[in-house]
Structure formats: C-alpha cells, structure tokens
C-alpha cells in the first residue's frame, strides 16, 4: 500500500511537470521509450561462495522527456517498476529514473541524474558486477562520461549507491573503462574502487573499508577472418587492493583472467577462466556492499562456460536462453538462465531482415 502511495506521488508530480511544459513544445521534441526485462534465473548451486536459488520476475521501465538543438540535450523522468513473480505487490520495488543528457557530435556524451546502466557502452564483467545486481538495481545513479570513436572508447561513471546515515555506511562505486581496437588486435582494462564510509558518529571499531581492482588485458577479434559472427580471445591480468583503514593491511590478491566468446548465427559459447588468489577477502563480512562482483571469484580456480541462444534478436527485441556452468576448486554448478528485453522509443523503426550487427539491442548486462 506504501509502495502505491509513493508511486502515485511520484506520478503526480510528473504529470504536473509535463503539463507545465506544455507551451514550448512546439519548440521542442517530445521523447519518450519504454524498456521491458522478464528473467528467469534458476541457480542449482552447491558451491560455499554462493546460494542456490531462482530469481523470476518482470520490470518495467518507462521514460518521457524533452529533447532540444537536435535531440543532443535531453532531460527525461520516469522510472522502473520490478515485481517478483509470486510475490505480493507491496513487496514490488520502485526506482526512479531522472537525469540529463548530452550527446555531442564529436563522440563525446555525458548522463547526470539517475539512469539506466545499459547507456554504458561495455557492461562490466562478471568479475567487476554481479548479474543479479543488474535484475533488481537497474540504473546508475549519479554522472556518466563517455567518449567513442570507430577504434575505440572510453568511459568514466561514478556511481552513488548509498547515503550515509546514522546506521546505513556511506557506500558509492567509482569505474573507468576504455578498449583501443587498431585492426584485429586489441587493448583495453577496467579499473574500479568500491568504498565503505563509516555511518555517521559512529564507534571507532567500525571503519572505513577500500576496494580497488585494477584489470588490463589484450586480445584479437577474428571475426572478419572466419565465418563466424564473432570470435574473440582476450587475456587480462586482474590486480585487487583491499584494506579495512583501522587495520591498514592491504590485501594485493592478483591472477589471470582468460575471455574466449564464439558465435554463429543465433547460437554461441562464452568461457571465462581465472587462476589466481581470492578476489573478494572480505566478502564473508561485508558481501555485495563492498565487492560488486560473482562471489565466485572467491575460489582460486574458477571457470564459467555459457552457452546461449537468441530466440529473438533485432533492434528492439533481444531474447536469449543459457545454459551456464560453474567449477571451481571446491564445487561444480549449473545456471539456467532466460532473459527477454524489449526497448523501443520515438525513433522506432522497422529494421531490415538482417541488420548489422551494431545496430542490434543489447543484451541486459
């Protein structure tokens, strides 16, 4: 009942705006889009890093604004809607979506506000956001830098994921990401800090926590050179930086990271290994709060091989079934998992029989 409350609250309030902005429409572009996720995940796992269980449920996520100087200043409001299939509707969550866009003609974009993290250019890997993260926190909330060129990319996003309170730490993520690709090699990394700020007056045996991951790799894309959709093999080296400041021990657990993904046509492989030192040393105590990522990579040996098919995939609909599985020094676990997003907005149109690839919505994650 709160939950309906505060969802017609927040309704209502747009509805005030846009009617106020009514008189410069004309001047201006109506924009809206609309986002729809269902996903099925059954995880059977017997691993002591994980816990088994199904996510299954549905989101909703409608978005209207106004666009000026050809689209490239863009304010949009709205919000996501996300239900658990058998569960009550006051347990049903609400996000809401507000922010600003720029997007200039030299390849440089900006968000601000609260925003969906499919705007990112790449999605971070598993080792960096746990795909269960995305399901149930779809946006980003606070800035986006982006720049892309036809060789490359680069983005820059802090992400505010908690205020501090008297009880609640302080709790916000910092991500770069860029990748060069000059012809069929390439080069690129990650580099991410989580940080844990003490709640307000709060004991001195409660302190400030640092999670810094550091992920540089290279690869080669082979797709133009088989008659495969895509193939790729990428080697990385993975460097963490952990410490509770009233220890002041740094954790340096390092290891080799291995990314190899083939697809053809609507079928295709994704196979990750990691051998190297535990990743998360404190997630037993503080969990996702601090390490965004699988829990998996708490093992010292880990790989998850996916393998997946589209049952739909076109600029506005993208549908896939995996079939994933996990082995590890201490376990071996499977995944099944079903995704289906539509999107689509005021710039619908009706693709071709086969659109390239670039143009085809992404996936979820």
């Avoid at 209502?12 to 902005?21: E, K, W």
């Avoid at 008297?166 to 000059?182: H, N, V």
């Avoid at 079934?321 to 201490?330: A, M, P, R, V, W």
Wanted: hydrophobic fraction near 35%; charged fraction near 20%.
């Amino acid at each position: 009942h709160s939950l309906m409350k505060k969802t017609g609250k927040y309704i209502t309030v747009l509805a005030v705006l846009l009617l106020g902005t009514i008189p410069v429409l004309k001047a201006q572009n109506l924009l809206w889009k609309v986002d729809m996720t269902g996903f099925f995940d059954n995880r059977e796992y017997k691993s002591p890093y994980q816990t088994s269980q199904t996510f299954f449920g549905t989101r909703l996520s409608p978005e209207i604004g106004l666009g000026i100087d050809k689209d490239r200043h863009r304010i949009m409001v709205g919000g996501s809607w996300i239900q658990s299939f058998g569960s009550p509707l006051k347990d049903s969550e609400f996000k809401p979506t507000v922010y600003y866009q720029y997007s200039g003609t030299n390849g440089f974009s900006t968000n601000v506000g609260s925003f969906a993290r499919t705007h990112l250019i790449e999605s971070l890997p598993a080792i960096l956001l746990y795909d269960s993260l995305t399901y149930f926190r779809p946006n980003i909330e606070g800035v986006l830098f982006q720049y892309q060129r036809d060789r490359g990319y680069g983005e820059v996003f802090i992400d505010w994921r908690r205020k501090q309170t008297e009880q609640e730490r302080e709790a916000f993520l910092i991500s770069a990401s860029g990748r060069w690709m000059p012809g069929i090699f390439f080069a690129g990394g990650h580099a991410v800090m989580n940080h844990l700020a003490r709640p307000k007056n709060s004991p001195d045996d409660i302190s400030v926590v640092d999670d810094i991951l550091l992920y540089p790799y290279i690869g080669v894309d082979l797709r133009n050179r088989l008659p495969l959709d895509d193939f790729s093999l990428q080697v990385g080296y993975v460097i963490s930086l952990e410490r509770i400041r009233s220890i002041g021990t740094w954790h340096r657990p390092q290891g080799l990271l291995a990314q190899l993904s083939a697809e053809w046509r609507f079928i295709g492989l994704d196979n990750i290994l990691y051998i190297g030192d535990n990743q998360q040393p404190f997630y037993p105590q503080f969990g996702s709060l601090l390490n965004q990522g699988d829990p998996f990579y708490q093992s010292t040996r880990y790989n998850r091989t996916d393998l997946y098919a589209y049952l739909f995939r076109n600029r506005w609909v993208n549908c896939f079934f995996s079939l994933n599985f996990h082995y590890s020094k201490e376990s071996f676990d499977t995944q099944q998992q079903f995704i289906l997003r539509f999107d689509i907005d005021n710039y619908y149109k009706k693709p071709p029989r086969r659109p390239p690839k670039r143009s085809l919505l992404k996936d979820l994650f």
